[in-house]
């Protein structure tokens, strides 16, 4: 909860940059005849990283930046939140933000690109640490 509502403030918004989201739609992308995935589309590249594959420092994407001063919330890595669901014998851990990477070869992936602040999307945990890759992050807290 931490992470959501230091990313959406205490005004709601759909995105770190802005409560209106005019432009910004989600676009089915059909990859098989029962597995449809939404792509972000109208995302402002100067706003987060739009899926190019590639990391950047945080702080790039200056016109990204939220009423918080917090940068890269959105389309830099997939944020781990301290939201955990257990659901039978599978653990999920809830990411956030989306990532750089955007894969195209495969939908065995989490799908990439920027996301909305409140778009949450499941982790199975298979075991604690599984998580580590290239495109997983986390934040610290810091209390003023």
């Not at 939220?66 to 955990?84: E, H, K, M, R």
């Not at 199975?124 to 890759?133: D, K, Q």
């Amino acid at each position: 909860m931490e992470w959501q509502y230091a990313a959406q403030t205490t005004d709601y918004r759909d995105w770190p940059w802005t409560k209106d989201a005019k432009g910004i739609v989600r676009e089915e992308e059909p990859v098989t005849g029962t597995l449809t995935v939404f792509k972000i589309k109208g995302v402002d590249s100067t706003q987060a990283n739009t899926g190019d594959g590639k990391l950047y420092p945080v702080g790039k994407y200056k016109n990204g930046v939220n009423p918080n001063g917090l940068y890269d919330l959105s389309g830099c890595v997939w944020q781990l939140t301290n939201d955990i669901y257990q659901v039978g014998n599978y653990t999920y851990i809830i990411m956030k933000g989306g990532s750089y990477y955007n894969p195209t070869s495969s939908w065995w992936y989490v799908q990439g690109g920027p996301r909305e602040v409140h778009f949450r999307q499941f982790l199975l945990r298979v075991s604690p640490g599984f998580e580590r890759n290239a495109t997983v992050g986390f934040r610290c807290v810091k209390d003023f």
